[in-house]
């Protein structure tokens, strides 16, 4: 059974940055694997997300500023967040996926405020 763990939310200025960690265990498949966020009252929106190939998708909201990466370990994956902004205020969820298999991990805060 495939497991995800987020780590490194936390409470940021804005203009600050932040690094989230996500690292699947209990598959050796390698998954594609991205980054939601659900803000209070909202939908949960794809943020960005990497596939297995390497190619890359941001939403128009954070490009210029988040950037996501595969680590060297297998089904790792992090989101480096720069000039965060209040507006970039939620609970961040990895996901990993593959044909009918998904995962959610249990979600970290990321809080942007002065």
């Known amino acids: 059974q495939v497991q995800l763990v987020e780590s490194g939310g936390g409470l940021v200025q804005p203009g600050g940055s932040l690094r989230l960690s996500c690292a699947a265990s209990?598959?050796?498949?390698?998954?594609?694997m991205g980054w939601y966020r659900q803000a209070a009252g909202k939908q949960r929106e794809l943020v960005a997300d990497?596939?297995?190939?390497?190619?890359?998708y941001y939403a128009d909201s954070v490009k210029g500023r988040f950037t996501i990466s595969r680590g060297d370990a297998k089904n790792t994956v992090f989101l480096q967040m720069n000039r965060l902004k209040p507006e970039d205020t939620a609970v961040y969820y990895c996901?990993?996926?593959?044909?009918?298999?998904?995962?959610w991990g249990q979600g970290t805060l990321v809080t942007v405020s002065s």
């Open positions: 996901k990993a996926y593959l044909r009918s298999l998904e995962v």
């Open positions: 209990g598959n050796s498949v390698t998954l594609n």
């Open positions: 990497v596939t297995i190939s390497g190619s890359s």
